[in-house]
């Protein structure tokens, strides 16, 4: 901690609850510091999160905590109602204190999954009422994925359009939590290299708010229209039982392409976006996994070509799957299944999950 940090913690810490820090070591005024920053910090994180209104248009009802993946879905997985999923990127300044004194890598602070249970709040978001909730997701909510084929087109819009939601809000919201951070940085202090208007656009554009949020207009005027003539999609039942459940919206890029659209060389387009789930499924020994886009997309074309999904054995694509399905932030696994893993397996895993959030660290050091 350098000396204006310190001389700001300090001053902090003497308004703690009235506390006297002459009274106190260096080391606990340090640790009264950090815990009046990790309660404001705390705070200003819960008013970013606020969704006033639901997300059905023309609705003014307050949301309610929106599952992601439905409660239905996450039973098949479920050891005691519990999932296990990678805790929430926001780690509290204490622990990387801890983490820091014991000589122990910040990065690996939420590195082990932990036990969830299902109707938890961080498996949700505050997206709709609780009436539009239950009517616009029926379809997937109450009926099997892929049970009738009439079926089938809306419920994998539904799928996407879940999955955007919970994106959109993310984006969307009073304030992103990248946002909340840089602001925070700024009120203790501490320059982040996101405080640098060249380092924020690049970080804006590799994001791609504004593409995303029109996928999202995209796919909520399909479900109003119930015309879902522009949406492609390939279905996979894969023979395993249910172990993972995982879902989300994405532009698939290679690492060449990252510079450009960091510089604005590369523009995307809502044609670029592509929604993945991987999903318990009926009966007991399945899982399925439903990839969709618009169409006419060449980017969601090359994604599957370039994963030889269709080229693949079952077992070749139920690999492929599983490495897609942990790149999501939005990833629960079974317990009972993750235990039995190897210890090469579990990291293997892990390795993918954080990759994702480790490129976009790196994207905020620039």
């Known amino acids: 901690m350098s000396k204006h940090t310190k001389r700001h913690a300090t001053g902090r810490a003497r308004g703690v609850n009235g506390v006297n820090v002459k009274k106190l070591s260096w080391r606990e005024a340090e640790r009264q510091a950090l815990k009046f920053l990790d309660e404001e910090l705390r705070q200003e994180r819960e008013e970013a999160r606020q969704n006033a209104t639901c997300y059905y248009q023309g609705c003014t009802t307050p949301p309610i905590k929106s599952h992601i993946i439905s409660r239905k879905l996450l039973r098949r997985i479920a050891e005691n109602n519990q999932v296990l999923t990678w805790s929430s990127a926001e780690t509290s300044l204490i622990e990387m204190a801890d983490a820091i004194d014991a000589g122990q890598p910040v990065e690996q602070l939420n590195i082990t999954p932990k036990l969830v249970g299902i109707g938890d709040v961080q498996l ?11 009517r616009v997701f029926a379809q997937i909510d109450n009926k099997e994925i892929a049970s009738r084929s009439a079926f089938i087109p809306k419920q994998v819009l539904l799928l996407a ?20 951070i840089l602001e925070f940085s700024r009120k203790i202090g501490y320059t982040h290299s996101l405080h640098r208007a060249e380092n924020y656009v690049r970080h804006h554009r590799f994001m791609a708010k504004e593409t995303m949020l029109a ?45 450009a659209i960091m510089n604005g060389t590369l523009q995307l387009s809502p044609q670029d976006a592509v929604s993945f789930s991987f999903l318990p499924h009926e009966p007991q020994t ?9 169409k006419g997309s060449e980017r969601a074309q090359q994604f599957i070509i370039a994963n030889r999904i269709n080229a693949l054995s079952e077992q070749e694509q139920l690999a492929i799957f599983f490495e897609r399905a942990f790149e999501s932030p939005n990833v629960y696994m079974s317990p009972r299944w993750w235990n039995s893993l190897s210890e090469e397996k579990r990291a293997e895993y892990t390795r993918i999950h954080f990759t994702t959030v480790e490129e976009h660290d790196k994207l905020a050091r620039l």
Request: charged share 20%; with cysteine.
């Open 286 to 294: 399945n899982s399925i996994c439903v990839i969709s886009w618009l």
């Open 215 to 259: 996928v999202y207009e995209r796919y909520e005027r399909m479900r109003r229209s119930g015309d879902y003539s522009q949406l492609a999609y390939s279905m996979y039942v894969v023979n395993i039982p249910p172990c993972v459940a995982s879902t989300y919206a994405l532009i698939p890029i290679v690492d060449e392409e990252k510079e």
């Open 124 to 134: 949700t978001d505050p997206l709709f009422c609780h009436t539009h909730d239950e």
């Open 161 to 180: 359009f879940r999955a955007l939601c919970s994106l959109s809000y993310q984006l969307s919201s009073h304030q992103s939590p990248t946002d909340t």
